[in-house]
């Protein structure tokens, strides 16, 4: 965390890190038959991935509810820090909470190893504010983020029917208009 916090200093201080506002207001639907709708993306100068992968995180936080979701969603922004440093970070999608209450980032990375100690350090951090088995993720080796967006397929060449334990794979991604004064 600390040379990651190091790395983080140095990409802001270059102006490397950026919010782009292209994917905000998306609504990704999962085969679990829940949604949810982008609300900030975070990516990094980078060249292009030589080892494209996709991260696919889901947590549900302790005793979060009702208003305290809007609360959290302007509080993410000051988790950016926290990984935006790791090595290979190509771009995060934050997603609002689902209607289990649950959360989800959407990464690409350089690598699958880069993913997976990744998802590994966010687990031990999110597992001190979630409850037992809420934290949750899948890495996708040789897909682009984008190329997910276009074709959700490709994080399950074989779709099953719709089945609650794949929270993790994408069905269709909507466009759909910013919520008024959101984040």
């Known amino acids: 965390m600390a040379r990651c916090a190091g790395s983080t200093v140095g990409l802001l201080a270059r102006r490397e890190t950026h919010l782009p506002k292209e994917h905000v207001g998306l609504r990704l639907r999962f085969a679990d038959e829940t949604s949810a709708r982008v609300f900030r993306e975070t990516t990094v100068d ?11 995180v889901a947590f549900r936080l302790h005793l979060l509810r009702g208003r305290w979701h809007r609360l959290f969603l302007w509080e993410c922004i000051l988790n950016t820090p926290l990984f935006v440093g790791f090595p290979s970070l190509v771009s995060k999608l934050w997603l609002d909470h689902d209607e289990q209450d649950r ?4 990464y690409e990375w350089d690598g699958p190893g880069a993913a997976e100690h990744y998802a590994r350090s966010l687990w031990r951090v999110l597992d001190l504010v979630c409850p037992p088995e809420a934290v949750h993720y ?12 276009e074709k959700p397929e490709l994080l399950d060449p074989a779709p099953s029917v719709a089945d609650p334990r794949e929270w993790w794979r994408l069905v269709a991604v909507e ?4 919520r008024a004064g959101g984040v």
Request: glycine content about 6%; overall charge positive.
């Open 175 to 178: 466009a759909s208009p910013p």
């Open 103 to 106: 959360y989800r980032g959407l």
């Open 46 to 56: 980078r060249e292009a991935p030589a080892h494209p992968c996709v991260l696919v």
């Open 138 to 149: 899948r890495v996708f080796p040789g897909v682009r983020r984008d190329d997910v967006l």
